[in-house]
C-alpha cells in the first residue's frame, strides 16, 4: 500500500491552529462517547449476542490515526477505570478492569494503535486492505484477551479459554468486520467526490 500520511479525521475540518486543537478535543470526546455506547449495544445472536465494543474500537483507530485514536482508547479506559461505567452492561473500575476482560481491554489499545499505523500507510483506501488490517487489529485484541483468561483463576485450561472466549465470538466478529472493511473505504470515496 502506498504512503498517504493521511487518515479520515485530518479531512474533516480545520487542519492548523487553535482550531486544529479545538477539533482534535472534539473528536476524542466524541470518540469517548461512541466507544461507551458501542459498549452497550447488544444485538441478538447465535451463539452470543453481538456487541458493537469491538466494531467501534476498530473503526476508530482507522479514522483517527494512531496518536488521535491512542488519546481516545486511553482516555475511555481512564474515566472507565475512575468508575464511570462506560463498559459492556453496566460495568466500570478497576476490579472489572482486572477481571477476566482486562486482556481484551489491553488488546482495544493495542488494535486502535495497530489500525491507526495501516490507516497512515493507506490500508483503509480499499476494501482488501482494511480487511487485512481489520484481522490484525482482531488478533491484536483475541491474544492478550486469551491469554489473560487463562490466567484467571476460574479458568480450566486452554480449551475452556478457547470456547468461553474466542470460539462464540467468531461469528459477530466476521459480521462486524466486513462492515468495517466497507464502510472506512466507502467514508474516502464519499470524501473524494465532496471534494471533487
Do not use: C, H
Not at 486543537?21 to 441478538?44: C, D, E, Q, Y
Not at 475452556?160 to 466486513?178: C, E, N, Q, R
Amino acid at each position: 500500500m502506498a504512503m498517504t500520511d493521511t487518515v479520515l479525521i485530518e479531512r474533516i475540518g480545520p487542519a492548523e491552529g487553535r482550531a486544529l486543537w479545538a477539533k482534535r478535543a472534539a473528536a476524542v470526546a466524541l470518540g469517548v462517547a461512541i466507544l461507551a455506547t458501542s459498549a452497550k449495544i447488544s444485538v441478538p445472536m447465535w451463539p452470543v449476542p453481538i456487541t458493537m465494543g469491538t466494531f467501534a474500537v476498530l473503526t476508530l483507530g482507522a479514522a483517527y490515526g494512531p496518536r488521535l485514536g491512542l488519546a481516545t482508547i486511553l482516555l475511555y479506559m481512564a474515566v472507565g477505570a475512575a468508575g464511570v461505567p462506560l463498559f459492556a452492561g453496566e460495568s466500570a473500575g478497576l476490579a472489572y478492569m482486572l477481571g477476566g476482560t482486562g486482556g481484551y481491554l489491553l488488546g482495544y489499545v493495542l488494535a486502535t494503535v495497530a489500525l491507526g499505523l495501516a490507516a497512515r500507510a493507506g490500508w483503509d483506501r480499499s476494501t482488501g486492505g482494511m480487511a487485512a488490517a481489520l484481522l490484525a487489529g482482531n488478533a491484536l485484541i483475541y491474544v492478550p484477551g486469551l491469554i489473560w483468561l487463562n490466567q484467571m483463576p476460574y479458568a480450566e485450561g486452554w480449551s475452556w479459554t478457547l470456547a468461553a472466549g474466542l470460539t462464540p465470538f467468531l461469528l459477530g466478529d466476521a459480521i462486524k468486520l466486513v462492515l468495517a472493511a466497507l464502510l472506512i473505504p466507502a467514508a474516502w470515496k464519499l470524501l473524494g467526490s465532496a471534494r471533487g
